[in-house]
């Protein structure tokens, strides 16, 4: 198994407090994305990054940033949570942005916003 | 706008019978797809892929078809094994920006019944 390691695992918080999301990895890879998995709408791409620094919006960016201060590290934050940002949130990583390279998934964080 | 879409949100079969796992596409700049699989409290793990070259890719029980003229692959896996009992979400990928970042499907729920 890929080298990730997502913390905390389980979060509960209120609305309004700002969260905020580690994924650390073993493996080296250039490339981290965070995902968030909600029922009914399957794995939607929030934030990735391509390296230090470089990070790029997904389709559900809205009230998330990112940072990349090195490579195995990975922050999600949401400034301000709100109920609807209660989900499962996975980062994945892979080795280059080819075909060849799948995307190799942590085990999640489940974050509720009271 | 779903650019994959997998219909069938659930589906049950009988041990040692073949599974088939559904999923479309809309996007025809998509030339790279995948099948993941996730079990509960764990991250989604790759399982099989297929460049758009290609109509069929086999790995030992599962075989991923790919119609491009329909924009639909199917994943079957044969015999099934309760082991397989899953979340399966299909996933499809084009070059953009430099990279093939993959937009998933809403997933599939596998029970395969001993």
């Known amino acids: 198994d890929a080298g990730i390691t997502q913390s905390p695992r389980h979060k509960v918080t209120e609305t309004g407090t700002p969260v905020t999301l580690r994924c650390h990895q073993t493996?080296?890879?250039?490339?981290m994305y965070w995902y968030r998995q909600d029922p009914g709408h399957g794995l939607r791409l929030i934030h990735y990054?391509?390296?230090?620094?470089?990070?790029d919006k997904g389709e559900v960016s809205d009230g998330y940033s990112v940072s990349r201060s090195k490579t195995e590290d990975f922050l999600l934050t949401l400034e301000s949570a709100t109920s609807s940002q209660t989900s499962v949130y996975f980062c994945?990583?892979?080795?280059?942005?080819?075909?060849?390279?799948?995307?190799?998934f942590g085990n999640g964080t489940r974050l509720t916003v009271t | 706008d779903q650019q994959v879409k997998q219909n069938s949100p659930s589906l049950s079969v009988q041990e040692g019978r073949i599974s088939i796992l559904n999923c479309d596409y809309t996007?025809?700049?998509?030339?790279?797809f995948l099948w993941y699989k996730k079990y509960p409290a764990e991250g989604p793990t790759f399982l099989i892929s297929i460049s758009s070259i290609k109509d069929k890719n086999e790995d030992g029980r599962f075989t991923v078809f790919l119609n491009k003229s329909a924009k639909h692959l199917s994943l079957h896996i044969v015999p099934s094994q309760p082991g397989d009992s899953a979340v399966y979400f299909c996933?499809?990928?084009?070059?953009?920006?430099?990279?093939?970042?993959?937009?998933f499907g809403r997933g599939t729920s596998l029970i395969v019944h001993p």
């Open positions: 994945a990583i892979s080795q280059n942005p080819g075909q060849n390279s799948p995307l190799h």
């Open positions: 996007n025809s700049m998509f030339d790279y």
């Open positions: 996933a499809a990928s084009g070059l953009s920006g430099g990279s093939y970042i993959p937009t």
């Open positions: 990054s391509y390296g230090v620094k470089d990070t």
């Open positions: 493996e080296n890879h250039r490339y």
